[in-house]
């Protein structure tokens, strides 16, 4: 039915850009607001960004404003997350999720009322 797979992870140096993307079955993205996370080793999950539905409006965590773009190809039913000038800090496994409470962002959180999520892709920023 319902399914989230990311990809695009991998290991680069920092200054480094990767594109991680979220692909989904079962539903239709463009319906829902979209939120990508972040842990860490030893800290808790963290919202990096979220996306609205129908091309509304879309926030970022502090941390990777400036330098982290999220965006959508409906065509492809898709979700991407941009990821420029990196740091040994942005290093987690990154999860895309769909958020359960309805169709817009309105902020980073913790990710809590979101209710379907994929399965995690590694990004490591190391020299």
């Known amino acids: 039915q319902v399914q989230l797979v990311e990809s695009g992870g991998g290991l680069v140096q920092p200054g480094g850009s990767l594109r991680l993307s979220c692909a989904a079955s079962?539903?239709?993205?463009?319906?829902?607001?979209i939120g990508w996370f972040r842990q860490a080793p030893g800290k808790e999950r963290e919202g990096v960004a979220c996306i609205s539905s129908s091309n509304g409006s879309s926030y970022y965590a502090d941390s990777v404003k400036g330098r982290f773009t999220v965006s959508r190809d409906n065509a492809k039913n898709t979700v991407y997350l941009q990821m420029s000038s990196l740091r040994t800090e942005d290093t987690a496994v990154y999860y895309c999720?769909?958020?359960?409470?309805?169709?817009?962002?309105?902020?980073?959180?913790?990710?809590?009322?979101?209710?379907?999520w994929g399965q995690g892709t590694q990004v490591t920023v190391s020299s």
């Open positions: 079962g539903f239709t993205l463009d319906y829902y607001a």
């Open positions: 999720a769909v958020r359960g409470r309805g169709r817009s962002c309105f902020g980073v959180d913790d990710g809590r009322v979101y209710v379907y």
